[in-house]
């Protein structure tokens, strides 16, 4: 198993295999919208994805894995299932002493 995930290696792995390999700090499914997918500062990247409209919708599921990606920064990759896959949407590399 690796220690550090790349960046580039989201859009050409599958999330399970990227799971497999590189074990994530934390791997969260949550409805975006409802009690657990709230946007939070920490996801406010996803408002940028998705209309008020949609998310009000409370139907877009979505994964977020967090991978150390060195010693200091750790990578948040937001997925969201369409037809079954996890396809990144929007994504964070965040230094792991911050506090949101």
């Known amino acids: ?10 859009e050409q ?8 390999r590189y074990p994530p700090l934390w791997d ?4 975006l919208g ?4 709230f946007i939070t500062e920490f996801r406010a990247r996803l408002s940028n994805q998705f209309t ?3 998310i009000r919708s409370r139907d877009i599921k979505i994964r ?3 991978w150390a990606s060195s010693n200091k920064e750790n990578l948040t990759v937001w997925f969201e299932e369409k037809d079954h896959k996890w396809i990144p949407v929007a994504h964070f590399i965040w230094d792991k002493n911050a506090v949101f």
């Open 28 to 31: 969260e499914i949550f409805i």
């Open 1 to 10: 198993m690796e220690k550090f995930i790349n960046f580039n290696l989201i």
């Open 34 to 37: 409802k009690k657990d997918g």
């Open 64 to 66: 977020e894995i967090t």
């Open 13 to 20: 792995t599958h999330v399970d295999s990227l799971v497999k």
């Open 52 to 54: 008020q409209k949609e």
